[in-house]
């Protein structure tokens, strides 16, 4: 197993096609997609035929420096979701979306503040990352609440895409937070 990060309890690592019922079963949970698209299960041929595919192809894009990567526990080595550093398709390498989905038994447990501030110590220290925003719904309030952790800071409301509102709580929109390096590099002082 090739390891792209480790944080105190969590070890990242890039996803292989062998990976897809890790997928599946992730988000096979409703309270898992609970803000994603109102709790409906991805089906499983789109994780193998299209998430898959696009992750991968997402490392050759990227030079495996940015991109989702799954997560496990160091002592168990029980996979707890994926996290991801990575740039929109079409936008500038020096600004990554940072995201992560959780197991809902890794809930609650401090991981995605953990591997959150791990990955923002990477982007910016190593792979020259100038500036990281995340988007969440608004009614999202324990990922709000990681993003403030990190000092992300709210930069905008957004409108929620027509492919969420099924979303209990999409008539208030989402939300987008932003930290840029010379931010992030404030805080460490």
């Keep these: 197993m090739t390891t792209y990060l480790e ?23 409703p309270a898992v997609m ?13 994780v193998r035929d299209l ?30 979701g994926w996290f991801c550093l990575r740039p929109r398709r079409s936008g500038p390498r020096e600004e990554a979306e940072l995201g992560y989905r959780l197991r809902q038994a890794a809930w609650g447990r401090g991981y995605a503040t953990e591997v959150s501030q791990a990955l923002l110590v990477k982007g910016f220290g190593e792979l ?19 993003m403030e952790k990190l000092g992300m800071t709210l930069a905008e409301n957004i409108p929620t895409p027509d492919f969420m509102m099924a979303v209990e709580g999409s008539e208030l929109g989402g939300v987008r937070y932003e930290i840029t390096k010379e931010q992030w590099e404030r805080r460490q002082a």
């Design 51 to 80: 998430a898959i595919p696009s992750i991968l192809a997402g490392y050759e894009r990227w030079n495996h420096d940015l991109g989702l990567f799954a997560a496990h526990e160091k002592d168990s080595g029980a996979f707890v």
């Design 7 to 29: 944080s105190e309890r969590l070890i990242l690592r890039p996803f292989a096609a062998a990976d897809a019922d890790l997928l599946i079963e992730l988000d096979s949970d």
């Design 34 to 46: 609970r803000y994603l698209n109102g709790g409906t299960p991805t089906p499983p041929e789109e």
């Design 128 to 146: 020259g990352i100038r500036m990281v925003w995340a988007e969440r719904m608004t009614v999202n309030r324990p990922s709000r609440n990681v």
